[in-house]
Every structure is written in C-alpha cells, then in structure tokens.
C-alpha cells in the first residue's frame, strides 16, 4: 500500500482506489450493458467486508442487508472459507472437470445430502445461477421430451438466452425474440397479486395457462419458494404442492430455483422447498453456496439426468476445485455456527421491529418474508396500494446515509429487499431499526 488511494502487491498491477479515478474508469472501460445495474445516484464503493459489515473507500462502516446480491451467506471474508479456497488454489486452482479430483466430487456428495432422503440424488456443478436454470431446462426437456415449460410472472432465473426466457419481469427481458416454449402463470403473491389472497385462484390459473398457452405436455414448471427480485414474494401454502401436482400430470417437472431462498436463509429449513410439503425433481442453487466463490450446481434426481448421459455438455469452471473447496468450508462454518437457526431468531425478531415501523409509518403497506429474507413494500395509499416509487428511491437512498446497505426490488422498484449474511446478529438490529425509521420519515 503506498497512501490511502493507491495499492500494489510486490508482484501486481497498481490498483488506484481514488473515487473520482474508480468512477472514471469505470464510465469509460465498462460497456452500457451494465450501466443499469447501479442503484443509488452517487456511486458507492466498498474496500473491506467482515462478517455482515462493509466498509467505503473512506473508511465509513455500513451494516449488510443486501449480501452482495444473496452471495455472502456466512459471512464478508469469512476466515474458514478463504483457507480452503487458498489452500487449494496454493496447491492446483483450477482442474478441469474432465481430470477427476476428490474436492469437487465430496462437495457433491455433501450438496447431495442436503436434500430429502430416500431419493437419488445426482450434482452438476456450474459457474453460476443463469448457468445452472438453463441446464436443468435442458434436462427437464431431455429426460420429458417434452419443450414447453412454466414459469411464473414476477420470476427471475437469471440473464442468460434460457433464464431469461422464463423470467418474467420486463426491466431483465430484453428486447429481442425470446426463446419459445415458455408460458408464464399468474404469481400467487398475497399482497399484490391479481386474484389477491389465497392458493386457488392462482392454481385455476396455472391450469388455464396449461391449458390455453401450452400443447399440454409439459417439460416442466420452475419456481422460486421465495421470489426474490420480483420483491420477496413467498409463495403461500399449497401453491407449490397444486402446482407440483398438475404439472407431473401433464408429464413435466418441478424445477425449483434455491438461488435466492435457498441455503438456510428462511430459517425454519435448509431448502426453502422443504417446507412446503413436496420433493422436487430439480433443485437450482448458486450465490450463497460459494459465499463470494463463483459457483452453482444442479441437484437432480438420478433418473432425470440419466436422460443426458452420452451428450457432451461441460461448464470450463463449474468443477473448479478452489470454488469448491470453498464451498465444503462454507457448508462447515453454517453447521458449526448455526447459521440457519441465527437466520430464523434474528430474523424474526428483524420482522416483528419492521412490523412496528409499519405502525408507525402509514407509506409501509405490507411487511412480509421469513427469516433473513424480508421485504419492506412502499404504497402511496393503504386502501388503493398504489406502489410508492419515487418515495421507495428516497428512502432507499436515505438508507444509505444511515449506514446500511439494502436494495430496491419488485416489478415496481418499491420494496426494499433485505438479505443480509446469515450471521447478521440481534446487537445488529437497533441500527437496523433506527435507520430504517429515520430514513422512512424522508419518504
Ligand atoms: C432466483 C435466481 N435464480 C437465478 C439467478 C441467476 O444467477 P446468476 O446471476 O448467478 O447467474 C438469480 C440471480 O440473481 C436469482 O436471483
């Protein structure tokens, strides 16, 4: 290090860490395509993470609600995680999935164990989540032969050609013919949806979807347990069991999409599909897998994979031996730390405070979610629930201020979703409170 703003190791590249500098070369060497993806007006920049705190450029402390975007799950830089990932890449980073290597193969053998028993349980490893929903898409296909699939409005699997096209909010499809063989069905949310509350209405729904948009033949449904940019939208009792019912009658598959929700986040389970009575056939996960570790994987039933056996198909980092050596001490440190039950006890004390907040403050129309995956969604007016835009971006704005890092989501951009590291702690939650008071009277 040579002063506060500019960096080198022995061997590297300087790196200049001047603001003005940072924001510079980013408008000038980063292309349009990620232009969008910046949310507050005024760049922010982290240097450092520890556990749920981050820390600016300047050396300001932020508390984490947002996980990086759901990828830090034990925790920014957690000690454990980043030996086995320096360990091995000490000894081979990288070892292509055609060599065998015992780091991959025990880490699927651990994700595999997992899942509910008394099913046969297989793994690909992929680089990321985008990755691993247009896999098990082509698995869905392959093993059903059947092609049109299901997904729900306000999903989202994800930027590539195929997790794209089963996304269904408009700001990530882009505009060119998306892939065919996609029908969306009705999201059952409880608050905003258009059948309003309750399970039937939305399962009436998809039946009318299969029946109207598809051939009735089904390769599968993909659903997240709990929506996560569509604004944290759980999905209610019954909806994924119905669902899971009337797809396998028209022969498809439940694919259900773990990357947000997934990994002890709601607390009460592992796998947020563990609490709604149904085994899937394919499980997607990603993000909080690797804690910061490019990673993610398919977990499928045997049977279904089969279906692909003799095909080439490879992902060049997706067994990458560093990733997953991460991986295996991640799944370590949430078992010694008991990081799943944290995520349920401060979590549901983070919702009770944020229920209290909504007595307070008449612009919050609903406060929702499990655990450590909970929303704050913004109306105009109770009665009418007329999302509060512009208001979500100043309190979301404000909320920075007041030193928390949090993110606006939904098809609206009026919930503020939080998702912070699992070891977010109860001493955490007066700041959290505090903050998110003060910066709910800028609405
Ligand atoms: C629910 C869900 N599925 C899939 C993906 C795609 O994952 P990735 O960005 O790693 O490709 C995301 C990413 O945010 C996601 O939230």
């Known amino acids: 290090m040579q002063d506060g ?5 022995q061997s590297g590249p300087v790196t200049d860490w001047s603001t003005d500098a940072i924001v510079e070369r980013r408008e000038a060497f980063y292309a349009a ?56 890449a000490d000894e081979l980073p990288h070892c292509t999935t055609m060599f065998f290597h015992p780091v991959p193969a025990h880490f699927c053998e651990e994700l595999a164990a997992t ?25 869905a296909r392959s093993h059903t ?6 997904a729900l409005q306000t999903g989202y699997h994800g930027a590539t050609f195929g997790a794209q096209s089963v996304t269904g909010i408009s700001g990530f499809r882009h505009n060119v013919v998306q892939l065919p063989g996609v029908a969306f069905a009705p999201e059952p949310n409880q608050y905003r949806g258009q059948f309003g509350a309750g399970v039937q209405p939305y399962l009436d729904a998809l039946d009318t979807t299969i029946h109207r948009e598809t051939c009735g033949a089904l390769a599968g449904m993909i659903i997240e347990p709990v929506q996560g940019y569509g604004g944290i939208v759980p999905m209610p009792q019954g909806y994924i ?39 899937p056939d394919i499980v997607v996960m990603a993000k909080g897998i690797g804690n910061g570790y490019p990673l993610g994987a398919v977990v499928v039933k045997r049977a279904i994979a089969e279906a692909m056996d003799g095909k080439f198909l490879f992902h060049t980092y997706g067994a990458n031996p560093m990733s997953c050596a991460a991986g295996r001490a991640v799944l370590d440190v949430m078992k010694e730390e008991k990081l799943q039950d944290n ?27 499990k655990g450590l995956m909970l929303a704050i969604e913004l109306v105009k007016d109770r009665a009418t629930r007329e999302p509060a835009t512009d208001e979500t971006a100043r ?38 409170e505090a903050g998110f008071d003060a910066a709910l009277a800028k609405a």
């Open 395 to 432: 309190v979301f704005d404000e909320t920075r201020a007041q030193g928390l890092v949090v993110s606006k989501s939904g098809p609206h951009r009026s919930v503020l979703r939080l998702v912070p590291p699992l070891c977010l702690s109860m001493a955490d939650l007066d700041q959290v």
């Open 33 to 88: 395509s990620q232009r969008a993806f910046v949310p507050y007006k005024t760049p922010l920049i982290f240097r450092k993470g520890v556990g749920q705190y981050l820390w600016d450029e300047t050396g300001a402390k932020y508390i984490d609600l947002l996980g990086m975007n759901v990828c830090i799950s034990v925790g920014h830089a957690h000690p454990r995680v980043n030996a086995a990932a320096r360990a091995q």
């Open 145 to 150: 032969r059947n092609t049109d699939v299901i």
């Open 241 to 279: 069991k119905g669902a899971a019912e009337r797809v396998r009658a028209a022969g498809g598959l439940l694919i259900i999409d773990e990357v947000q929700s997934g990994f002890g986040r709601t607390g009460d389970a592992f796998w947020a599909f563990e609490d709604h009575d149904v085994v």
């Open 5 to 9: 703003s500019m960096s080198m190791d």
């Open 115 to 139: 899942m509910p028993t008394g099913h046969d349980w297989v793994v690909h490893l992929t680089n990321s989540g985008a990755e691993a929903v247009d896999l098990a898409l082509l698995m």
């Open 343 to 369: 995520a349920r006890d401060v979590g549901g004390e983070l919702l009770q405070r944020l229920r209290k907040l909504q007595q307070k403050h008449d612009i919050i129309g609903d406060v929702r979610g």
